[in-house]
């Protein structure tokens, strides 16, 4: 069984930052992509980034310049830096994870952002 637990999320004004932590545990191997997802209220979930295993990292084009995403995979722990957020921001941020031999999905709880203009 594989947990993962997202924390960092907050209350945060438009320009400043959060960082976002994911650890992950349990029998993980094979992971495929490591990234972060968000939901906002009324909107369906899309992909803020991800790191493929052995790939450069992905953007949506809505965050780039503004987002890093890094894994430390000794710890199998996630990150995502969000510096310059804006109000357009606010969602519930998921951490999602693709691995093992059938390359299955898994989800952390989600962790709420909230950007005041």
């Known amino acids: 069984q594989v947990q993962l637990v997202e924390s960092g999320g907050g209350l945060v004004q438009a320009g400043g930052s959060l960082r976002l932590s994911c650890a992950a545990s349990?029998?993980?191997?094979?992971?495929?992509?490591m990234g972060w997802y968000r939901q906002a209220p009324g909107k369906q979930r899309e992909l803020v980034a991800k790191?493929?295993?052995?790939?450069?990292?992905i953007y949506a084009d809505s965050v780039k310049g503004r987002f890093t995403i890094s894994r430390d995979n000794a710890k199998n722990t996630m990150y995502l830096q969000m510096n310059s957020l804006k109000p357009e921001d606010t969602a519930v941020y998921y951490c999602?994870?693709?691995?093992?031999?059938?390359?299955?999905?898994?989800w952390g709880q989600g962790t709420q952002v909230t950007v005041s203009s």
């Open positions: 999602n994870i693709l691995a093992g031999l059938l390359l299955m999905n898994y």
């Open positions: 349990g029998s993980i191997f094979n992971i495929n992509a």
């Open positions: 790191i493929p295993t052995g790939g450069s990292a």
